[in-house]
């Protein structure tokens, strides 16, 4: 036992230090990433694919990378915003690592992007402990998925700095209950922003890169209490 804990502490120092290399890497270029975390089905393309137009009808050069298990069919997706989309397909593995986001950015990512969007793997365990380099880390709930998400995932949403929750028209019909998640989350990560939105009535539209550019333009971003006793 001991022996896989200090291999599982190597491998995330290991990607610590490289996260901390690509976002400086990033930045001296001026490129922002924010990182989108989710459960399968939470709707984080959706809400890239209205995301991405809003931010080019800005005049905001933005760019999406979003990874799967297989299919490119999110990519197909947001392709369709016209911003530079790629897929990453990770054949098998449950969530992208800083090395390997930095090898599918070289001789990709275009030299103007402002902000990039990255869709991780639907997964709200693996990709939770593992830093990309982001400026901005999001975690995504629809409303279908219950109020106790963020007590069944706490290191997901306990190092999240923006929580969004998503299909908020089902609302109703999923009789879900905004107070106690908004209690749960506070529960796990004192202080966070908690943002409805709906693809479907457009609650919510353009806070995404709204946040984004508010951390790109260097404002203070929310520092979990997870975060800082893991310092």
Same mark, same amino acid.
């Given at each position: 036992?001991?022996?896989?804990?200090?291999?599982?502490q190597?491998?995330?120092?290991?990607?610590?230090?490289?996260?901390?290399?690509?976002?400086?890497?990033?930045?001296?270029?001026?490129?922002?990433?924010?990182?989108?975390l989710?459960?399968?089905?939470?709707?984080?393309?959706?809400?890239?694919?209205?995301?991405?137009?809003?931010?080019?009808?800005?005049?905001?050069?933005?760019?999406?990378?979003?990874?799967?298990?297989?299919?490119?069919?999110? %990519?197909?997706? /947001? @392709?369709?915003?016209?911003?530079?989309? !790629?897929?990453? &397909?990770?054949?098998?593995?449950?969530?992208? +690592? $800083?090395d390997?986001?930095?090898?599918?950015?070289?001789?990709?990512?275009?030299?103007?992007?402002r902000?990039?969007?990255?869709?991780?793997?639907?997964?709200?365990?693996?990709?939770?402990?593992?830093?990309?380099?982001?400026?901005?880390?999001?975690?995504?709930?629809?409303?279908?998925?219950?109020?106790?998400?963020?007590?069944?995932?706490?290191? %997901?949403?306990? /190092? @999240?700095?923006?929580?969004?929750?998503? !299909?908020?028209? &089902?609302?109703?019909?999923?009789?879900?209950? +905004? $107070?106690?998640?908004?209690?749960?989350?506070?529960?796990?990560?004192?202080?966070?922003?908690?943002?409805?939105?709906?693809?479907?009535?457009?609650e919510?539209?353009?806070?995404?890169?709204?946040?984004?550019?508010?951390?790109?333009?260097g404002?203070?971003?929310?520092?979990?209490?997870?975060?800082?006793?893991?310092?």
């Amino acid at each position: 036992m001991c022996r896989t804990v200090d291999l599982r502490q190597a491998v995330l120092a290991k990607n610590t230090m490289a996260a901390g290399v690509l976002r400086t890497e990033l930045t001296a270029r001026g490129t922002t990433v924010v990182n989108l975390l989710s459960s399968p089905g939470s709707g984080k393309t959706a809400l890239l694919e209205r995301e991405l137009p809003l931010a080019r009808e800005r005049g905001i050069e933005v760019a999406a990378l979003t990874a799967d298990l297989a299919t490119e069919n999110d %990519a197909t997706r /947001l @392709a369709r915003s016209g911003a530079p989309v !790629k897929q990453v &397909l990770t054949d098998g593995l449950c969530h992208l +690592e $800083a090395d390997m986001l930095a090898g599918h950015l070289h001789d990709w990512l275009p030299d103007a992007t402002r902000l990039l969007f990255v869709e991780n793997v639907g997964n709200l365990v693996c990709p939770a402990s593992y830093d990309l380099g982001e400026s901005l880390r999001v975690v995504l709930a629809s409303v279908t998925e219950g109020e106790d998400k963020p007590l069944k995932y706490p290191t %997901a949403f306990g /190092l @999240a700095q923006l929580v969004i929750v998503t !299909k908020s028209d &089902l609302a109703g019909p999923a009789a879900f209950d +905004e $107070a106690a998640f908004r209690a749960h989350v506070e529960q796990v990560n004192p202080g966070v922003e908690v943002v409805l939105t709906s693809v479907r009535t457009g609650e919510g539209a353009g806070v995404l890169v709204d946040r984004a550019l508010a951390a790109a333009d260097g404002d203070a971003v929310h520092t979990p209490v997870m975060a800082r006793a893991g310092a």
